[in-house]
C-alpha cells in the first residue's frame, strides 16, 4: 500500500468514527455482573485510593487512553490533546498506528507527545501484520527511542484487514515473531485486537511469548466491521462486512479468557467501556488497566473541555463504585467476586 493510501485510510477512519454510528450490536457483557452493595463500607469517600503501579510507572488511576490517532497533519492535535489530558489526569495513553512513521519518517514529528506529556505512560503502536511485512524488531525499537515509549503495542486485526480491499491478509508465522520482538524489545510488549476480543486459543497462544500484557478490545464497543463498511463502495463488500457487525468475544469474556489461559501476562480490558462503574467491573473479573477509545474520541473531537470532563467523569464514577462496594483501594477491589445476573 503507498504513503496516500495510507492516509487516507487514517483520515476515513477518523471521520467515520466521528460521523457514523459504529458501535457493535452486541454488549460488552459487564451488564450481566454487578457488585454485592455494601451499605456499611466503613470508609470515607474521599480517602479512596484509585492509584496503582503499571511497568513501574504510578497511574493516578487505572485508566488509560486508548491507541487513537495516527500521524496525519490533519488529525495530530488530537493526539497532543489526548497527551496534555493524560498528564494532567496522571493516567496512561496509547497512540495510534506508527506506521506512517516508519515510511515518512518527518512524520514522527507529529507523535512527538513527550513535549506535552513528559511523565505519562506512553505506548507506542504497530500492526502486528507489519512484522510479516519487513518490519524487523530494530525498527520497532527505533520507533518507541524516537517518541520515548514505555511499551509498544502490537495491534492484532485479521478481520478488519480482511474485510479491507487493500488489507494485509497473510497472518502466517506471526507467533514466532512476535516471541522474537518480546526477546529484543527494550520496553514491555502488549498485544490488543481491535475490538473482537482474544479467545481462550489466543490467550493460550500467547502465554510464554513474553508478552507483558494483553488488551482485550473485546466487542461491545466500537464496531470495525461497520467502520470499514463506511469505507466501501462495492455493494457486495458492504453486505460482507454488514455481517460482522455483531462478531467477536464480549469484553467481559474476553477478560477471563486471557486471565484464565494467560498466566502471568497482565490483563489491558478494553471494548466498549463507558463508565467507571465498568472500569471497576472489568478490575473485578481480573483486568489490570482499563482503555476508553470510542468514548474519549467523541468528547475529544468536540472539545479538550469535553475530554476533560469524560475522564473526570469517569475517575469519579470508579471512586464513588468502590466506596459503595467496600472497596477502599484497586487492590481490594480486584479481590472482590462480582455477581451475575
Ligand atoms: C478513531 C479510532 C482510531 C483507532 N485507531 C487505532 C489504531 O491506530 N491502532 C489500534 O491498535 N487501535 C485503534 N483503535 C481501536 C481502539 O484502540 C480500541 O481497541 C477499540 O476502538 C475498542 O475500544 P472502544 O470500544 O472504547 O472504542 C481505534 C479506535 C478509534 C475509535
Same mark, same amino acid.
Given at each position: 500500500?503507498?504513503?496516500?493510501?495510507?492516509?487516507?485510510?487514517?483520515? #476515513?477512519?477518523?471521520?467515520?468514527?466521528?460521523?457514523?454510528?459504529?458501535?457493535?450490536?452486541?454488549?460488552?457483557?459487564?451488564?450481566?455482573?454487578?457488585?454485592?452493595?455494601?451499605? !456499611?463500607?466503613?470508609? #470515607?469517600?474521599?480517602?479512596?485510593?484509585?492509584?496503582?503501579?503499571?511497568?513501574?510507572?504510578?497511574?493516578?488511576?487505572?485508566?488509560?487512553?486508548?491507541?487513537?490517532?495516527?500521524?496525519?497533519?490533519?488529525?495530530?492535535?488530537?493526539?497532543?490533546?489526548?497527551?496534555?489530558?493524560?498528564?494532567?489526569?496522571?493516567?496512561?495513553?496509547?497512540?495510534?498506528?506508527?506506521?506512517?512513521?516508519?515510511?515518512?519518517?518527518?512524520?514522527?514529528?507529529?507523535?512527538?507527545?513527550?513535549?506535552?506529556?513528559?511523565?505519562?505512560?506512553?505506548?507506542?503502536?504497530?500492526?502486528?501484520?507489519?512484522?510479516?511485512?519487513?518490519?524487523?524488531?530494530? #525498527?520497532?525499537?527505533?520507533?518507541?527511542?524516537?517518541?520515548?515509549?514505555?511499551?509498544?503495542?502490537?495491534?492484532?486485526?485479521?478481520?478488519?484487514?480482511?474485510?479491507?480491499?487493500?488489507?494485509?491478509?497473510?497472518?502466517?508465522? !506471526?507467533?514466532?515473531?512476535?516471541?522474537?520482538?518480546?526477546?529484543?524489545?527494550?520496553?514491555?510488549?502488549?498485544?490488543?485486537?481491535?475490538?473482537?476480543?482474544?479467545?481462550?486459543?489466543?490467550?493460550?497462544?500467547?502465554?510464554?511469548?513474553?508478552?507483558?500484557?494483553?488488551?482485550?478490545?473485546?466487542?461491545?464497543?466500537?464496531?470495525?466491521?461497520?467502520?470499514?463498511?463506511?469505507?466501501?463502495?462495492?455493494?457486495?463488500?458492504?453486505?460482507?462486512?454488514?455481517?460482522?457487525? #455483531?462478531?467477536?468475544?464480549?469484553?467481559?469474556?474476553?477478560?477471563?479468557?486471557?486471565?484464565?489461559?494467560?498466566?502471568?501476562?497482565?490483563?489491558?480490558?478494553?471494548?466498549?467501556?463507558?463508565?467507571?462503574?465498568?472500569?471497576?467491573?472489568?478490575?473485578?473479573?481480573?483486568?489490570?488497566?482499563?482503555?476508553?477509545?470510542?468514548?474519549?474520541?467523541?468528547?475529544?473531537?468536540?472539545?479538550?473541555?469535553?475530554?476533560?470532563?469524560?475522564?473526570?467523569?469517569?475517575?469519579?464514577?470508579?471512586?464513588?463504585?468502590?466506596?459503595?462496594?467496600?472497596?477502599?483501594?484497586?487492590?481490594? !477491589?480486584?479481590?472482590?467476586?462480582?455477581?451475575?445476573?
Amino acid at each position: 500500500m503507498d504513503k496516500k493510501q495510507i492516509h487516507k485510510r487514517k483520515d #476515513d477512519h477518523m471521520r467515520i468514527n466521528a460521523e457514523e454510528n459504529v458501535q457493535s450490536t452486541i454488549s460488552s457483557g459487564l451488564e450481566h455482573f454487578y457488585f454485592d452493595h455494601q451499605t !456499611l463500607p466503613e470508609l #470515607d469517600l474521599v480517602q479512596i485510593d484509585t492509584t496503582m503501579t503499571i511497568f513501574k510507572k504510578k497511574q493516578n488511576a487505572p485508566i488509560f487512553i486508548s491507541s487513537m490517532v495516527g500521524g496525519t497533519k490533519e488529525t495530530s492535535e488530537l493526539n497532543f490533546l489526548f497527551a496534555r489530558t493524560a498528564q494532567a489526569f496522571g493516567i496512561g495513553m496509547g497512540i495510534g498506528s506508527l506506521r506512517i512513521g516508519l515510511q515518512e519518517p518527518q512524520r514522527m514529528r507529529y507523535f512527538a507527545l513527550r513535549s506535552v506529556a513528559p511523565d505519562i505512560l506512553l505506548m507506542a503502536n504497530i500492526g502486528a501484520i507489519q512484522l510479516n511485512n519487513a518490519v524487523s524488531p530494530d #525498527d520497532c525499537q527505533k520507533l518507541v527511542e524516537q517518541i520515548g515509549a514505555d511499551g509498544l503495542v502490537l495491534h492484532l486485526n485479521p478481520l478488519q484487514e480482511a474485510l479491507q480491499p487493500e488489507g494485509d491478509t497473510n497472518f502466517s508465522g !506471526l507467533l514466532q515473531k512476535i516471541e522474537k520482538l518480546c526477546h529484543s524489545l527494550e520496553v514491555p510488549v502488549i498485544v490488543k485486537e481491535v475490538g473482537w476480543g482474544i479467545s481462550e486459543k489466543a490467550a493460550r497462544q500467547l502465554q510464554g511469548t513474553g508478552v507483558a500484557a494483553i488488551d482485550v478490545a473485546g466487542a461491545g464497543g466500537t464496531s470495525w466491521a461497520e467502520v470499514e463498511k463506511h469505507r466501501l463502495s462495492n455493494q457486495s463488500s458492504k453486505a460482507i462486512a454488514e455481517a460482522f457487525r #455483531d462478531w467477536g468475544i464480549s469484553t467481559a469474556q474476553s477478560i477471563q479468557n486471557v486471565k484464565r489461559n494467560a498466566r502471568g501476562i497482565q490483563v489491558f480490558a478494553s471494548g466498549g467501556l463507558n463508565n467507571g462503574v465498568d472500569v471497576a467491573k472489568c478490575l473485578a473479573l481480573g483486568a489490570d488497566y482499563c482503555g476508553f477509545a470510542g468514548k474519549f474520541f467523541r468528547a475529544a473531537i468536540h472539545s479538550e473541555e469535553l475530554l476533560q470532563e469524560a475522564v473526570q467523569e469517569v475517575i469519579q464514577g470508579l471512586k464513588i463504585c468502590m466506596f459503595a462496594a467496600g472497596a477502599a483501594d484497586i487492590d481490594a !477491589l480486584q479481590k472482590i467476586t462480582l455477581r451475575q445476573r
